[in-house]
């Protein structure tokens, strides 16, 4: 058990049959990935904070941020088998001037997967952080970090605020939040075709142009979600991206669909 120490929850993937791997803070100042092999404990129970932090194994000293939990072949115990000082990959492209830790963040509301409120001193506003959770997500941290160096400075996105590090590397971004913003319904088919035009202006294509992708606020359109932009010099394919706005701007299955910026 890990009682001497301070552990939070912040990140879970869990399977019961497979591998699960969590992102904790320890006593406020370490974030730590602890993955745990499959068979050892409910996923009951590793979804719920407290419940996983008790039955955790007692945390090894040392100076390490990725462990391994398995159950022990003699007594059956669960233990970490192994600690180690691991070299997460980093978001590279690192083109705005402003870093912020994530300890220098006061999380609030979650508005999607890795997509939080929070609170900085930088800024008088609440702010949108996004970030990677785990290591295998930072190559989407990656692609929209340099959408948004694309579209800077032409209003078509939210405001890109600066860079988020977690023990010196980047893992995710803070953009502006979006108030009094609701997701774009058939009837502002003008407003969203207006800013779609003037982002394939800049040869990108968006990619994934969900109506939720669109947030409408004063009758102007501002798109989000860039994690899937790339450049495009094929005109076909930006005609076709513009030419089916109609169809998924009436689309009320619901998909892809989240918490308003």
């Not at 078509?156 to 590397?169: A, K, Q, S, V, Y």
Request: one cysteine or more; hydrophobic letters at 40%; charged letters at 25%.
């Amino acid at each position: 058990m890990t009682n001497q120490l301070k552990i939070e929850l912040l990140q879970a993937e869990v399977d019961e049959n497979d591998q699960s791997i969590f992102r904790l803070l320890v006593d406020g100042v370490s974030i730590k990935y602890i993955v745990v092999e499959p068979g050892i404990y409910s996923a009951e129970d590793m979804c719920f904070g407290p419940s996983l932090v008790f039955l955790l194994p007692e945390f090894p000293s040392g100076d390490w941020n990725d462990g391994l939990v398995s159950r022990d072949a003699n007594d059956g115990r669960p233990y970490f088998a192994h600690v180690n000082l691991t070299e997460f990959p980093s978001v590279r492209n690192t083109w705005h001037g402003t870093y912020v830790d994530y300890l220098e963040l006061s999380i609030g509301q979650k508005l999607r997967t890795g997509i939080y409120e929070v609170k900085c001193s930088l800024f008088d506003d609440i702010v949108v952080a996004k970030f990677a959770r785990f290591p295998w997500e930072v190559q989407y941290i990656e692609n929209e970090t340099t959408a948004y160096q694309w579209i800077s400075g032409h209003s078509i996105g939210p405001r890109f605020l600066g860079h988020m590090t977690e023990n010196g590397r980047v893992i995710g971004f803070l953009i502006e939040r979006i108030h009094d913003a609701r997701h774009a319904g058939i009837q502002d088919i003008e407003a969203c075709e207006e800013v779609l035009s003037r982002l394939h202006d800049l040869r990108i294509q968006h990619g994934d142009v969900n109506r939720f992708n669109f947030l409408i606020r004063d009758s102007k359109a501002i798109l989000i979600d860039f994690d899937t932009a790339q450049k495009c010099d094929n005109q076909e394919l930006l005609l076709l991206e513009f030419e089916n706005l109609d169809a998924r701007l009436q689309d009320e299955s619901g998909r892809g669909g989240g918490g308003l910026l």
